[in-house]
């Protein structure tokens, strides 16, 4: 392992450890693989909030639309086996389809160009209002005319998906659920993933929850709900680490992977782009991708009923993040992107020297938190809060130039910051750091702080 990505990855879990404290939010895993290799996994929470059952990075988690790259990567095997074309129109599989559905290649469904209803007349398997739509339910939807003409705009559709597995059923003569477990699944060496539901007798599962609003508390949403016709959709059921180890794989330059390194430039190659959204997203087969900050990645995102998760391969650097939360306001992508932006400062700026490898920390005051992160020559001074919603954490960061053993600069700052004025830290009688001044702010330690602040501004007892 680089020693950057090393120094990254001890920064990683306290950032993510302050953003679960702030936001409040019941439970979080994260995993980060690089190489086939899980090189972190750390859990956070509760998997039940209301019963207080702790979350470990062996539980399940519900990862709704990160199906549809499985399921995607199902029909590029088929592909490799002759079994059938990317240009097929899906008619040639599947039988009873609107006669304008059926003229709709797999490319186009698999990309979401096929014109297709998003969620069908009734959506209510996406709000848990009903079941998930049947073989029958989805064929019966499948047979009205699609919402808009195919292959002249993105348009998602879980839909779609649901007509991949009908066309992958009946090119294997198997269940989607069955097949697709043994040949992607069980191949790419995944053992805490399956399609849906149920879930083993004692296998953790991470439960669902609600947002606070409306109901003016988190509700636990049990999340065993099977998904029928829209496994392939919204089914699958994963731990963080199996999903960074399945989407480390897919990148084409990965050495061992369940698809041909053919099939997996075609998977992430973009299709077309997201329209009407202010990031450049875009979509390729079963797959997402997009820039995080210069970073490049390629992944997919999902939603549940009180689930939310995302996951992202940077293939330069055979790096993938992904964080599954259990809310249905799950900060899922802020977790990567601000993990990312993480690991995109250590690479650029190396690992820590020994000058300043022991400025660490995180200092309190009353406007919160500030940690000493040192990164190649300096020490930056990072907000590890989120004013901004989930920003680069070094974004317009302060930076500290060392100058002894407890004294420094700040030799970079913004235009309302404390530039070129002098850093200081205060040591006990044993020799420990109890204090470290920036500029004219001391901070403390949290505790000291907290204490303060609760004899200053706490209620007091009224005097008899």
Known sequence: MDRWLAAALDYVPKWVEHQMRLTGQPGCVISIAQNGKVLLERAYGFADQVRGIP?????????????KSFTAAGIMKLRERGK?????????????????????????????????????????????RRPYLNEKELRADLAQEPIIERNTRYKYSNHAFGLIGLAIESVTGE???????????????????????PIRRGVPFARGHSARLPAGE??????????????PAAGFICTAADLALYFNQLAPRARNSVLSAASRREMVRKQWRIPHIASKRYYGLGIRSGFTGDWEWFGHSGGFQGYTTHTATYAPHDITVSAL????????????????????HFAKHG???????????RWWSLWGAIDL????????????????????????????????????????????????????????????????????NRHLTEAKVAAEMKARYGSKKKKR
């Not at 979350?55 to 199906?67: D, G």
């Not at 988190?218 to 496994?231: D, F, K, Q, S, Y």
């Not at 500290?400 to 009688?429: P, Y």
């Open 84 to 128: 059938l074309r990317l240009d097929d129109p899906v008619g040639r599989h599947v039988d009873g389809l609107h006669p304008e559905i059926a003229k709709a290649t797999l490319t186009q469904l698999l990309s979401h160009t096929a014109g297709v209803t998003r969620d069908g007349p009734d959506a209510g398997q996406f709000t848990d």
């Open 373 to 440: 992160v040192p990164v190649g020559d300096r020490v930056i001074v990072v907000n590890p809060g989120y004013p901004d919603g989930f920003p680069d954490a070094f974004k317009d960061a302060s930076e500290i130039e060392v100058a002894g053993r407890d004294r420094g600069a700040i030799v970079l700052a913004s235009g309302a910051g404390s530039h070129g004025e002098a850093v200081r830290r205060v040591r006990n009688a044993g020799g420990r750091v109890t204090e470290f001044w920036l500029a004219g």
């Open 351 to 361: 690992a820590p020297s020994r000058r300043v490898a022991n400025w660490t920390g």
């Open 325 to 344: 939360t259990n809310a249905a306001d799950g900060t899922a992508v802020g977790l990567v992107e601000g993990t990312t932006h993480i690991l995109r």
């Open 175 to 197: 269940r989607y659920t069955t097949w697709i477990k043994r040949e992607i699944i069980d191949a790419a060496g995944l053992e805490e993933t399956q399609p849906d539901v």
């Open 55 to 67: 979350l470990t990075p062996r539980h399940r988690f519900r990862v709704a639309s990160h199906s």
């Open 218 to 231: 988190r509700l636990v949403i049990p999340g065993e709900n099977p998904t029928h016709a829209m496994a």
